[in-house]
């Protein structure tokens, strides 16, 4: 099971990227895929999750409206379009994957990890 976080980079305030998580060696069907970020000297958090089978969505509050998650599952990737992109979501991000959503946002039940992408917002 692998997971392949990618799509980061620099971008200015207001600006949008699109991050992608490609799995190898799993069906997204049977899982619950996220993303978490961490910044220099914070705790890792949650941005959000979708449900593979059913395209179930959740989302952080300091995300919504502005992150959309979404899955291909004949590519078995899933997607974080991040719009209006603020200085305080520069964080590297990270997907993962878990069968059990009982203590999200909490990232416990979460394996998989990938190696993460850089997302730096600044002007």
């Known amino acids: 099971v692998q997971l392949q976080a990618s799509g980061g980079g620099l971008v200015q305030p207001g600006e949008s990227l699109r991050l992608s998580c490609a799995a190898s060696g799993f069906n997204l069907d049977y899982y619950y895929i996220a993303w978490f970020r961490q910044a220099p000297g914070r705790e890792r958090e949650a941005v959000s999750c979708i449900r593979g089978s059913n395209g179930a969505t959740y989302y952080a509050d300091s995300v919504k409206g502005r992150f959309t998650i979404s899955r291909d599952n004949t590519k078995n990737t899933v997607y974080l379009q991040m719009n209006s992109l603020k200085p305080e979501d520069t964080a590297v991000y990270y997907c993962?994957?878990?069968?059990?959503?009982?203590?999200?946002?909490?990232?416990?039940?979460?394996?998989?990890w990938g190696q993460g992408t850089q997302v730096t917002v600044s002007s």
């Open positions: 993962a994957i878990t069968t059990t959503l009982q203590n999200w946002p909490k990232s416990q039940d979460f394996r998989s």
